[in-house]
């Protein structure tokens, strides 16, 4: 069964905009993952919080973790049409376990 | 880094057929796999966790008979998908968990690049 679900299922913006997807969860975890996927491809590995952290960044991304509401969100900032691809969280306990994904379109 | 690897990448076989997929780490030992399938347009679902020396624990509502797993070694875990029908058809991908250490990141779990099956 999947952890949680995420927001918005879809989302479209423009190139230099900033797109925010946000995630939610059931159990305690160990650390939650953000990754990317473009269609018909493998996972690529985005970012990982741990579970006593609340915000960590990495170049345009930025992830924040709150437990106590069981949320996380991921903020890519000045998106360029090649970040389109779909997003999803993953959190890791004894398993990791993912979100139902966000597709992020970026239009030139 | 840790690298999981996949063999085959993809593969198209016949109703009816066995195929066996691959999961390999490279560069560290791996005494916990885990398998997954991703339908199109969906997320990735857990389908059973792979302990080396012992029986695979399946995710409610997969059938262990029809998808084999054996871990034989600290670094290899395969998938044997039985009597393949079309609605099998999907993106198979592989974890590991580094729980020794030895790729430098502790108890991480690495990717796997996903194997596409189709049944015809």
């Known amino acids: 069964s999947q952890q949680g679900e995420e927001d918005p299922q879809a989302l479209s913006i423009q190139e230099g905009e900033n797109a925010t997807m946000n995630c939610s969860y059931k159990t305690s975890i160990n650390n939650l993952q953000w990754y990317r996927q473009n269609s018909g491809r493998g996972l690529v590995h985005l970012i990982l919080i741990r579970s006593n952290e609340r915000e960590k960044h990495s170049g345009r991304l930025r992830v924040t973790l709150d437990t106590s509401k069981k949320s996380s969100s991921l903020l890519i900032t000045a998106s360029r049409a090649a970040d389109t691809a779909s997003y999803f969280c993953?959190?890791?306990?004894?398993?990791?376990?993912f979100g139902a994904g966000t597709r992020l379109t970026v239009k030139p | 880094g840790a690298v999981v690897s996949q063999h085959p990448s993809w593969v198209i076989c016949k109703s009816g057929t066995s195929v066996k997929i691959e999961c390999r780490s490279l560069?560290?030992?791996?005494?916990?796999m885990f398998w997954y399938r991703q339908f199109p347009k969906q997320s990735l679902m857990l389908m059973a966790t792979?302990?080396?020396?012992?029986?695979?624990?399946?995710e409610q509502g997969v059938e262990k008979d029809k998808f084999l797993i054996n871990h034989a070694s600290l670094t290899l875990s395969t998938l044997t998908v039985t009597s393949a029908h079309p609605e099998d058809s999907s993106f198979y991908i592989c974890s590991a968990r580094d729980q020794m250490g030895t790729s430098g990141s502790y108890n991480e779990q690495f990717f796997g690049p996903g194997t596409r099956l189709t049944v015809l």
């Open positions: 792979s302990n080396e020396g012992s029986k695979a624990t399946y």
């Open positions: 993953a959190t890791d306990r004894d398993d990791m376990r």
């Open positions: 560069d560290f030992q791996a005494t916990t």
